[in-house]
């Protein structure tokens, strides 16, 4: 099977290129590569590498109705969430996180960063186990060890959280602001580089996901990122109450993001309904300082975080909702500033996961074909892409 695609928009560039099978085997200036007899020709459009997503949750993916949250509130999703984290089984937990997966794959999302709660040995166990099957579907699964509620609420959670990592989780997650005391949000997250150091992982804190300008967890992640030399491995989720916090506060914080070479992902759906939710008029949207980091020369990626889970009742694993939110909400409408976001996707998404992939000639046919050309345009309509998975067979659809 071949496709040829002429005269499609890459970054900058106009190019040709041809697929066979699991190849890309040709990729060129627009008008070198001619029609062979019975190929497929594909004209125009944007090509792209996979997007990756930073920050989901996928064991606590579609849940749907056995999640209502009538409150909206962060602290609400977690309490909710702590009831049905009890009667989970292996396999509702494979299941859903197949299926979003397999959403996200539709999307153009090749590589997934789920957070699991380590609070459930099952859900841990599950995700895991879920590796190499997608893997095998050409979907990179990676999973971080998520206390949910802490480490130091109740007897057992570092010891589960220890479990994780031990059992073969790819990064340590932490939840300091979660914490009880300020003091106990500063010690997890220096157990959490402790716990990095002693199994060579990478970090991915839920950080400061609050509209709490109080919250100030951020600065210590990044001395500590300074410190031990973990520059580029370590991402800051959420990272909300930057957005309360005082703009000469928030300047100083600001600049150690990026001094540290510390990652902040933001995740715009969740954080649009979940902050501001103690405020009357008016209304904080508590999303991170996106344009700030941007112009201080800080890396940001775009999450989804939640697919109808207890936290957010929409979502459909499409980043592209995500990134136009973001857009909106984030003030992030000149025309760099919205061909950047599009660009994260594929681009600065990936550096959780090590770096963006590059496609060349003669390597895997892993790549997006959108069939628009226009950046702006695919953000305005949001289509779903042509997805190449790098596989000898096509895959059929989960579910
Ligand atoms: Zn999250």
Same mark, same amino acid.
């Not at 890459?10 to 099978?21: T, Y």
């Not at 990626?301 to 957010?312: E, R």
């Given at each position: 099977?071949?496709?040829? $695609?002429?005269?499609?928009?890459?970054?900058?560039?106009?190019?040709?290129?041809?697929?066979?099978?699991?190849?890309?085997?040709?990729?060129?200036?627009?008008?070198?590569?001619?029609? !062979?007899?019975?190929?497929?020709?594909?004209?125009?459009?944007?090509?792209?590498?996979?997007?990756? #997503?930073? *920050?989901?949750?996928?064991?606590?993916?579609?849940?749907?109705?056995?999640?209502?949250?009538?409150?909206?509130?962060?602290?609400?999703?977690?309490?909710?969430?702590?009831?049905?984290?009890?009667?989970?089984?292996?396999?509702?937990?494979?299941?859903?996180?197949?299926?979003?997966?397999?959403?996200?794959?539709?999307?153009?999302?090749?590589?997934? !960063?789920?957070?699991?709660?380590?609070?459930?040995?099952?859900? $841990?166990?599950?995700?895991?186990?879920?590796?190499?099957?997608?893997?095998?579907?050409?979907?990179?699964?990676?999973?971080?060890?998520?206390?949910?509620?802490?480490?130091?609420?109740?007897?057992?959670?570092?010891?589960?959280?220890?479990?994780?990592?031990?059992?073969? &989780?790819?990064?340590?997650?932490?939840?300091?602001?979660?914490?009880?005391?300020? #003091?106990?949000?500063?010690?997890?997250?220096?157990?959490?580089?402790?716990?990095?150091?002693?199994?060579?992982?990478?970090?991915?804190?839920?950080?400061? #996901?609050?509209?709490? +300008?109080?919250?100030?967890?951020?600065?210590?992640?990044?001395?500590?990122?300074?410190?031990?030399?973990?520059?580029?491995?370590?991402?800051?989720?959420? &990272?909300?109450?930057?957005?309360?916090?005082?703009?000469?506060?928030?300047?100083?914080?600001? #600049?150690?993001?990026? =001094?540290?070479?510390?990652?902040?992902?933001?995740?715009?759906?969740?954080?649009?309904?979940? @902050?501001?939710?103690?405020?009357?008029?008016?209304?904080?949207?508590?999303?991170?300082?996106?344009?700030?980091?941007?112009?201080?020369?800080?890396?940001?990626?775009? /999450?989804?975080?939640?697919? @109808?889970?207890?936290?957010?009742?929409?979502?459909?694993?499409?980043?592209?909702?995500?990134?136009?939110?973001?857009?909106?909400?984030? *003030?992030?409408?000149?025309?760099?500033?919205?061909?950047?976001?599009? !660009? =994260?996707?594929?681009?600065?998404?990936?550096?959780?996961?090590?770096?963006?992939?590059?496609?060349?000639?003669? /390597? +895997?046919?892993?790549?997006?074909?959108?069939?628009?050309?226009?950046?702006?345009?695919?953000?305005?309509?949001? +289509?779903?892409? !042509?997805?190449?998975?790098?596989?000898?067979?096509?895959?059929?659809?989960?579910?």
């Amino acid at each position: 099977m071949s496709t040829l $695609v002429q005269r499609a928009a890459l970054l900058d560039e106009v190019v040709d290129l041809r697929i066979e099978g699991a190849t890309l085997v040709a990729l060129a200036p627009a008008g070198s590569l001619r029609p !062979r007899p019975h190929e497929e020709v594909l004209v125009g459009g944007r090509i792209t590498p996979p997007l990756a #997503e930073p *920050h989901v949750h996928l064991d606590a993916t579609l849940l749907g109705e056995r999640a209502p949250n009538v409150s909206g509130t962060l602290r609400e999703g977690i309490a909710n969430w702590a009831r049905l984290r009890r009667n989970l089984t292996h396999d509702d937990v494979v299941d859903r996180a197949t299926r979003t997966a397999e959403a996200y794959a539709s999307y153009g999302a090749l590589r997934l !960063r789920t957070h699991v709660d380590t609070g459930s040995r099952v859900a $841990v166990e599950a995700l895991l186990s879920l590796v190499p099957i997608l893997a095998e579907r050409g979907i990179e699964l990676e999973v971080v060890a998520f206390p949910q509620e802490g480490i130091f609420r109740a007897p057992g959670r570092r010891e589960d959280w220890v479990w994780a990592i031990e059992a073969g &989780c790819h990064a340590v997650g932490a939840i300091p602001h979660f914490e009880r005391t300020t #003091e106990e949000g500063w010690r997890s997250v220096r157990l959490a580089f402790d716990l990095a150091e002693a199994h060579d992982r990478r970090i991915d804190m839920h950080c400061d #996901e609050t509209d709490d +300008p109080g919250s100030r967890h951020l600065e210590v992640v990044c001395a500590e990122a300074l410190d031990r030399g973990f520059a580029g491995r370590v991402v800051a989720g959420h &990272c909300t109450s930057l957005h309360s916090q005082p703009n000469a506060y928030a300047a100083k914080v600001i #600049e150690l993001v990026a =001094t540290a070479g510390v990652q902040v992902v933001t995740n715009p759906l969740d954080n649009a309904v979940l @902050q501001g939710r103690y405020d009357s008029y008016p209304r904080r949207r508590g999303l991170t300082r996106v344009d700030e980091l941007w112009a201080a020369g800080a890396q940001v990626g775009i /999450g989804h975080d939640s697919v @109808q889970d207890p936290w957010y009742p929409l979502g459909t694993a499409n980043l592209l909702d995500a990134a136009y939110v973001l857009i909106h909400l984030g *003030h992030l409408t000149s025309h760099a500033a919205m061909r950047r976001v599009f !660009r =994260t996707l594929h681009g600065a998404n990936h550096l959780p996961f090590g770096g963006a992939p590059v496609l060349t000639e003669g /390597g +895997p046919a892993r790549l997006l074909w959108w069939p628009l050309a226009d950046e702006l345009a695919i953000l305005r309509e949001r +289509p779903r892409p !042509r997805v190449w998975r790098g596989l000898r067979e096509p895959v059929e659809r989960y579910g």
